[in-house]
């Protein structure tokens, strides 16, 4: 079973940049990994994925904002976030692969105004 280990979180004022990272303790090779949130009282929502030879996705609420970006040979995803808003408050999580997914225990990000 492989194992995701997101860190990079904390508390940053609106408008700042954090830098989450993901570990894979397999080869992400081919597979698409991505970044969810989860707000409290809300559901897990899509953030951004990455996948070789495809241009990444982003949600919309995050497009301009934030960059997914991964090292294949390290087995690491990274999600730069720039211009944080507080609504961007919520528990980030990688996950890997569609199928059957591997999921991270999440980081915490939290923007105060």
């Known amino acids: 079973q492989v194992q995701l280990r997101e860190s990079g979180g904390g508390l940053v004022q609106a408008g700042g940049s954090l830098r989450l990272s993901c570990a894979s303790s397999?080869?992400?090779?081919?597979?698409?990994m991505a970044w969810y949130r989860q707000a409290p009282g809300k559901q897990r929502e899509f953030v951004a994925n990455?996948?070789?030879?495809?241009?990444?996705r982003y949600a919309e609420s995050v497009e301009g904002r934030f960059t997914i970006s991964k090292d294949t040979a390290k087995n690491m995803v990274y999600l730069q976030m720039n211009s944080l808003k507080p609504e961007d408050t919520a528990v980030y999580y990688c996950?890997?692969?569609?199928?059957?997914?591997?999921w991270g225990q999440g980081t915490q990000v939290t923007v105060s105004s």
């Open positions: 996950k890997k692969g569609l199928t059957h997914p591997s």
């Open positions: 397999g080869s992400i090779f081919g597979d698409v």
């Open positions: 990455i996948i070789s030879g495809m241009d990444p």
